[in-house]
T-cell receptor, first 107, second 126 residues
């Protein structure tokens, strides 16, 4: 199965700062890649699909990019509601797999 | 209205069968979609369990294949998960979710889980 490795495990930043979250795939997944946001007590929420397209209703401060097997989620200017756990996911092959998550916490 | 709603026993004994239901009545059950179960544990994070489409395609994670059955009752708008021979390692929050099916009207959303249910915690313990 395709393994997704996220880094860092925890990112401590202040509101207004920019955030960069990374995910590396163990093999090529093309652009078959997504990012999710999860807040405590809630289900994950789809943020980015196809590596760089925002899902419906997602603010423009969220963006995704890819270089080979390295994927990046960028939040341009953190809002208080952005502090959460972020997961990456691939759909390139069954079984679909997720990364282990990056916790974005308030510094 | 919550689009997907999971329900089922919160406590299951080891070696028994975990059975969960997801009410999908708020969404269209046409054959353009897969219906999936995903679980989340502190140790393993998010794990896709399997996806079912009522035109006959079913995919399961090899980690649970042989123990898992996903099915759909279109008359009741219910998605089911059955996981046999459970152990403590199956203790998790279980989510149901929907994703698109390739070569269909929902093909662009193939593999992208949206929406999700709110999740239900199932604990395996004697």
């Amino acid at each position: 199965e395709i393994v997704l490795t996220q880094s860092p495990a925890t990112l401590s930043l202040s509101p207004g700062e920019g955030a960069t979250l990374s995910c590396r795939a163990s093999e090529n997944v093309g652009r078959q890649f997504a990012w999710y946001q999860q807040k405590p007590g809630q289900a994950p929420r789809l943020l980015i699909i196809d590596a760089s397209n925002r899902a419906t209703g997602i603010p423009a401060r969220f963006s995704g990019s890819v270089s080979g097997t390295d994927f990046t989620l960028t939040i341009s200017s953190l809002e208080p509601e952005d502090f959460a756990v972020y997961y990456c996911q691939q759909r390139y092959n069954w079984p679909f797999t997720f990364g282990q998550g990056t916790r974005l916490e308030i510094k | 209205q919550v689009p997907l709603q999971e329900s089922g026993p919160r406590l299951v004994k080891p070696s028994e069968t975990l059975s969960l239901t997801c009410d999908v009545s708020a969404l269209s059950m046409n054959s353009d979609y897969y219906w999936a179960w995903i679980r989340q544990t502190p140790g393993k994070g998010l794990e896709w369990i399997g996806s079912f489409c009522h035109i006959g395609n079913t995919h399961y994670n090899p980690s649970v294949e042989g123990r898992v059955t996903i099915s759909l009752d279109t008359s009741k708008n219910h998605l089911f998960l059955s996981l046999t021979s459970v152990t403590a390692a199956d203790t998790a929050v279980y989510y149901c979710a929907r994703h698109g099916r390739p070569y269909s009207g929902s093909g662009s959303s193939y593999g992208w889980f949206d929406p999700w249910g709110q999740g239900t915690l199932a604990t395996v313990s004697s």
